[in-house]
């Protein structure tokens, strides 16, 4: 009964997991598992996963096509766990997340290997990932886009590689980043792992796809824009060679606790968000991204917080959550921070509900009567009404929260 209850609320309630269901009928499988819903998906159990799926020489474009497999199942199975509550909203961002992290790395590895019997290496050649937005933040949902930041190192006497094709090594590791859009994002037979967003690079779609690291730290510390550091501050390496993601972490960390004028930091912070609110007006109440209190204040808040040091001591902390709930006393007022980390809940069981189940917008006048339920339980209100009363408040009350940590013109000052 329970596992046809599940079924029927996928089928009536969920197209992006029924649809996944109609592409990979063998998924079914899993939800006969006993285990399912008592297996936690951490990072270990989907490293384990996947490594047992791809182990074996396999040729490259199966091991993409794997990939992609593995992924669609694991985001279905984790999304069923959301479905049935054994996992909360932001246990399943952070399995999304490490899902990404797993399978992003896997695809630059093979992308580095079948690269290189054709190109040879680079000497001292090595590269990281660092992820950015909600993969940085391990904040993902079933229909994020994943932003990324590609970095590399090589021994500074370095020239080019040493295969039957040699390259220059800023050359060479534009390939492999090109090599590496193509093999997460180029639709196959199986589909597409994750649309890669790159644009949070130094300068942007104008600069190149690989930044050397030292070109990277240099940008960071002398032309990086507010929003960039801002951007920064759920910054987090993802893959690739251990030691120059330490490096690249240390750096992030380094970066993030300089000295900056708080009062400049709030203006230019205030003044993009008004810029967001003239030229992506949000298209109604359900648009929680951009609407007027919405989540774009609440990451703004914790971004500004992070950047100017008002941030209780603790390990570096990436998610919008964590960032929230640690807000210095000087900062946010206990009953501000205990209202904004009560939004970003509310926020997030809506959006990671929402996405795990349709692949477009929430269309209010259209919305399968079974989501509805889900919402209503993800948020324990009885009813819709209440459910669009309380969001509508819950953003009031952080627009005013943003007006008053961001707008009001108190000053924090890191120096």
């Not at 509900?353 to 209100?381: H, K, Y």
Request: glycine share 8%; with cysteine.
């Amino acid at each position: 009964p329970a596992l046809l209850k599940l079924m029927a609320t996928i089928m009536g309630a969920a197209p992006r997991l029924a649809a996944i269901i109609t592409r990979r009928p063998h998924v079914f499988d899993g939800l006969l598992d006993p285990a399912l819903l008592a297996e936690l998906p951490d990072r270990a159990y989907l490293s384990a996963r996947l490594a047992a799926f791809i182990d074996g020489d396999r040729a490259y474009e199966e091991v993409l096509d794997r990939l992609r497999i593995f992924a669609s199942e694991q985001k279905f199975l984790i999304g069923v766990r959301l479905l049935a509550g054994s996992i909360d909203p932001g246990r399943a961002g952070r399995a999304f997340s490490d899902l990404a992290d797993l399978t992003i790395e896997a695809a630059l590895n093979a992308v580095i290997a079948e690269f290189a019997l054709r190109h040879g290496r680079i000497a001292g050649g090595r590269v990281a990932l660092l992820g950015m937005g909600k993969l940085g933040s391990r904040e993902l949902t079933a229909g994020s886009d994943v932003d990324l930041i590609l970095l590399y190192d090589h021994d500074a006497d370095a020239e080019d590689s040493d295969g039957e094709k040699p390259l220059a090594p800023s050359h060479y590791y534009t390939r492999i980043t090109q090599r590496l859009i193509a093999a997460v994002s180029a639709p196959t037979a199986e589909g597409v792992l994750y649309e890669l967003d790159l644009r949070l690079r130094p300068s942007g779609n104008k600069g190149p796809v690989a930044t050397h690291v030292d070109a990277y730290k240099k940008y960071q510390r002398q032309d990086a824009w507010t929003w960039e550091h801002m951007a920064l501050a759920r910054a987090r390496a993802i893959g690739g060679d251990a030691a120059l993601c330490a490096e690249v972490e240390d750096e992030v960390a380094a970066v993030l606790a300089q000295p900056r004028d708080g009062a400049k930091v709030k203006a230019d912070a205030s003044e993009m968000r008004a810029l967001i609110d003239t030229e992506k007006p949000p298209r109604d109440l359900w648009d929680i991204k951009l609407i007027p209190g919405g989540l774009i204040d609440l990451e703004f808040i914790a971004q500004v917080a992070v950047i100017t040091g008002a941030v209780e001591a603790g390990r570096r902390a990436t998610a919008t959550a964590e960032v929230l709930a640690r807000l210095a006393p000087g900062f946010a007022a206990p009953d501000v921070r205990q209202e904004l980390c009560e939004a970003w809940r509310l926020y997030l069981a809506l959006t990671q509900m929402i996405r795990l189940c349709l692949t477009g917008e929430f269309q209010r006048d259209d919305v399968p009567p079974g989501l509805s339920d889900l919402l209503l339980a993800a948020t324990d209100l009885p009813d819709f009404g209440v459910l669009e009363a309380h969001l509508k408040e819950t953003s009031r009350k952080v627009r005013k929260d943003f007006e008053l940590l961001l707008r009001a013109g108190a000053s924090i000052s890191r120096g």
